[in-house]
């Protein structure tokens, strides 16, 4: 009863297109209709990112301090560019950065492997899920209060290790131990994403090609190499592109965990974005950022042109 | 009617983004952080300020968390607070870029008005927050850019307790009976013992300071005791300063923490940290940190800063039975001590409709009765910064520690030095070498040393350091 008197979405754009039909043709009142409804997405995209985008560019050729509006800030040319790419610490921080990425093939190993394992319809495997899933939706401090315990000289990682007299280990204050804690928690914070995802494209393959090799006698090994793993090429792409773009913006992490230390060896380009932020160099953390969203675009461009390639192939 | 609905959507938009960005411009805004018991102390204040003033207090009180990057981002607009905090660091880029106010007509007009005198600031303090924006010096100048939140001092304190034990056990006399100390009967004075030379309250040498580490760092009934356990970034400079070093040279052009003075301070420092066996190691540190075993009672000396003594207070006389004393000075020939002075600023917008009201309420925050009662005197989180409070604050008592005179000689007898990162136009060149300090670390205790020596690391950093002062000298003089 109550649908029935309240106009609804179809019948208001239909009465919208009777009234229009007199005076303008039906696609454009249509069309002006469609617009109206992504307005409100189009202005905040147009306000908090294409605006923002082409400001913090502008920034890059001038000395700006973001303490005075952009358009009195010194327009300097490339001096900003050259400030930042001829500071080794720039580049410590983007070596640093891509070494992290390092943790995203070891990551795809253990999570297809979980996948697998999870796909076999072993007993408790929704327990399982549940359990690599939970780093996912924990608190980020949490996760490093907890890591912080556990690498501790006198932590379980350590008392682990005494028993193969090895150690003890200052891993968070050593800066290569410091980066493989880092990559390590990295890849134990983001298995569970990892498997569900891989444990989804196993599930969408189908049997009967595993069956039709079989009668062919294939093995495992060559089943999973044939089959399993080619057919799951979506999901190794999608978890290279997001875990580059996401690694290349790491922040949190390396600096609640390690501040960016020891003798910067966790210092990403993002800390080192933020330490030209704090310092009112506004214009330097912009060129910072644009280096990275450029890098980031080109490594995904190249990515997906080579997946194109082969699937065209 | 749905042509109707239709403009009133188009509207609406609009209304509701200016909706987000529009505020209220009513009174005075103050935006300051805080722990939560100083917000809650801050609030009390400025109700207090209204109910005397009659100005309308718009008060913004976070913690600290995103402050600057706030701070920042709001100082460029019309949303700028009235009143916010700056300190000596940022004074200099926020004067040259006309974000805030010169207050000294305001503080003029207040004192003849017969309001609160500025003139009654404790002496010098006022001149950490001048900057001439001509000749780009900091201290310097008519204008006043900021006045004084608080000043506060970072002397030594030591553990009575475990000092006594030491001596009960015979380990004072056993360590620090040489030297000048040699033919004194129970060795070397007590810290809060008078000079018998001077006859004011001892100041060590840095071998006399490692001596009484030495005396304090023992095990008894279990408990292992620390002769000192002090936070690099915080402590060292004291060493550094009572070598003879500096960060910077005198005109502020160059980085001098390659010269032998700043070496041998800085040497003197990891030494004392890592090489002696007298402090707690890294190692232990990770397990727990030198603030929360000095709090448990096992360490004899420890940094003390002024916002700490109401925690220090909260814990048993049986456990942390602390006084103050002055940091060590680095032998006979070189007698000054020095700890480094932190102090925060009450600055206001350029852009404030209302600047008197503002500096009223900056005044009021700062050297107001109710400011000392309610910071100082109540309950300790800020010295006073009204030198007619101050004859006030030693003879009262009630208020701790018992020997708070060595705050005040830090702050006012010529014992303390701003913070290096207030010595430059920013503090980017100060942060490089804090950055990598680990590199002399004895970051395991099975290390034989640091992967570097300090002189070594002084070397290594200079160039670095260097490099972000002289970007930093540049943008001073752009004025950017």
Known sequence: MASESLPTLNNMALTLKLKGKKNKPKHVTEHLIGYLFIAPVFIGIAFFVIYPFFYSLISTFRNWNGLVPLEFAPKVGWEMYQRVLTEPLFWQSFLNTVITLSGIPIGMVLSMGLALLLNRGLKFTGTFRVIFYIPVVSSITAIIILWRAMMNTQGPINDLLLLFHIGPINFLGEPGYARASLIGMLIWKGLGTSTLLYLAGLQGISDSYKEAAKLDGANDWQIFWRITFPLLKPTHFFLVVTGIIGGMQLYVEPELLLNGGPARATTTILIYLFERFGANRISEASVVAWVLGVFVFIVTAIQFYYNSRRERA | ?480
């Open chain 2, 1 to 480: 009617m749905k042509k109707n609905k239709l403009i009133g959507l188009l509207i609406a938009v609009p209304m509701l983004i200016a909706g987000c960005t529009s505020q209220a411009s009513d009174g005075v805004k103050i935006f300051i952080y805080g722990q939560a018991h100083e917000r809650s102390i801050y609030s009390r204040i400025i109700e207090k300020f209204t109910e005397e003033t009659g100005i309308n207090v718009n008060a913004e009180l976070v913690n600290t968390d995103g402050y600057a990057e706030t701070l920042t981002a709001s100082l460029g607009t019309k949303n700028a607070p009235d009143v916010f905090y700056s300190n000596p660091a940022s004074i200099g880029r926020y004067a040259m870029n006309q974000v805030i106010l010169d207050l000294k007509p305001y503080l003029e007009a207040e004192a003849d008005e017969g309001g609160i005198d500025y003139n009654d600031f404790l002496d010098g303090v006022i001149d950490y927050y001048r900057y001439d924006t001509v000749n780009k010096q900091r201290g310097e100048g008519d204008a006043i850019w900021a006045i004084p939140k608080d000043v506060s001092s970072y002397p030594l304190g030591y553990n009575r307790v475990i000092i006594n034990l030491s001596v009960e056990l015979g380990h004072w006399e056993t360590y620090t009976k040489t030297g000048a100390w040699a033919t004194r009967e129970g060795g070397m004075p007590l810290p809060w013992e008078n000079d018998p030379r001077t006859d004011k309250q001892i100041v060590y040498t840095f071998e006399e300071f490692t001596n009484a580490c030495r005396a304090t760092k023992f095990t008894h009934e279990s408990t292992e005791y620390f002769g000192t356990a002090l936070i690099d970034t915080w402590a060292m400079h004291s060493w550094i300063w009572a070598a003879g070093g500096n960060w910077l040279s005198e005109d502020g052009q160059d980085v001098t923490v390659n010269t032998p003075q700043f070496i041998a301070g800085f040497t003197e420092f990891i030494d004392l940290m890592d090489n002696r066996g007298v402090s707690q190691t890294r190692e232990q540190m990770g397990i727990k940190p030198h603030y929360d075993r000095w709090m448990e009672g096992q360490v004899a000396f420890f940094n003390v800063g002024v916002w700490d003594v109401a925690a220090f207070e909260s814990v048993s006389k049986d456990i942390l039975d602390y006084g103050l004393m002055p940091t060590p000075r680095a032998n006979d020939a070189s007698p000054d001590w020095y700890t480094y002075i932190g102090t925060l600023g009450y600055a206001v917008s350029s852009r404030s409709q209302a600047p008197s009201d503002a500096v009223k309420l900056a005044l009021y925050m700062s050297m107001s009765m109710e400011s000392y009662n309610r910071m100082t005197r109540y309950q300790t989180i800020q010295l006073p910064n009204n030198k007619t409070m101050v004859d006030d604050y030693l003879e009262d008592e009630t208020i701790k520690p018992e020997n708070k005179g060595v705050f005040l000689d830090v702050v006012q007898n010529g014992h303390g030095k701003l913070h290096p990162t207030a010595m430059a136009y920013n503090s980017l060149w100060y942060d490089t070498f804090i950055a990598e300090l680990s590199r002399v670390w004895k970051v395991t205790d099975a290390d034989v040393s640091g992967e570097m020596t300090p002189a070594e690391y002084a070397a290594y950093i200079q160039p670095k350091m260097q490099q972000q002062l002289d970007i930093a000298l540049a943008d001073e003089q752009a004025g950017v």
